[in-house]
């Protein structure tokens, strides 16, 4: 059994910054990426940006978030960060933690997603 828990949301200001973090727990043998994805209400789910075991980042839609957040890992702790700045309304969304990871060979690859974590970003 595999589990990823999120922290690090709340409620921020504009221009303020927050920190997430997901760690996975459980029978792991291996992830390939950790990512984050974001589901505003009335809009589609979007990647934020995922991160893969050798440090490879991937920011998908760069000009949203360029130069505002930063995606980081700790392989060691099975954990993902992803620092946020300088937020903007557009921010505000669940922020949901997403991980590929290897289980072996009778379990395979499989895709685990957090809980979700809500982002606020108001005066």
């Known amino acids: 059994q595999v589990q990823l828990v999120e922290s690090g949301g709340g409620l921020v200001q504009p221009g303020g910054s927050l920190r997430l973090s997901c760690v996975a727990s459980?029978?792991?043998?291996?992830?390939?990426?950790m990512g984050w994805y974001r589901q505003a209400p009335g809009k589609q789910g979007e990647l934020v940006a995922d991160i893969t075991s050798g440090g490879s980042t991937n920011y998908a839609d760069a000009d949203s978030v360029k130069g505002r957040f930063t995606i980081s890992k700790d392989n060691a702790k099975n954990t993902v960060y992803q620092q946020m700045n300088d937020q903007k309304a557009e921010d505000a969304a669940v922020y949901l933690c997403n991980a590929r990871i290897f289980l072996g060979w009778s379990g395979g690859w499989s895709d685990y997603w957090g809980q979700g974590n809500q982002v606020t970003v108001s005066s």
């Open positions: 459980g029978s792991i043998l291996s992830i390939n990426y």
